[in-house]
């Protein structure tokens, strides 16, 4: 019965621990996320109307290997 008692003591300890430590130590990570994620919009309609023709735009070749295998 004490044994009981002892684990689960520890085990609040634990949860409560953790629970501290997210409290904390957890707030600069998503301020980072949000002011780089404003950062990334862009303008479609100023864009059509600087490349009306889209012919004319260029071109960035990619070498995409997202699915190759090893052939072993």
Do not use: C, W
Not at 25 to 32: H, I, M, V, W
């Amino acid at each position: 019965m004490r044994t009981h008692h002892a684990i689960g003591a520890v085990v609040a300890v634990i949860l409560i621990g953790a629970g501290v430590k997210l409290f904390f130590f957890s707030g600069p990570a998503a301020e980072a996320y949000v002011h780089t994620a404003k950062s990334d919009s862009m303008n479609v309609l100023q864009i059509q109307i600087d490349y009306p023709n889209i012919k004319n735009l260029s071109v960035q070749k990619m070498h995409d290997m997202t699915f190759v295998f090893d052939s072993d």
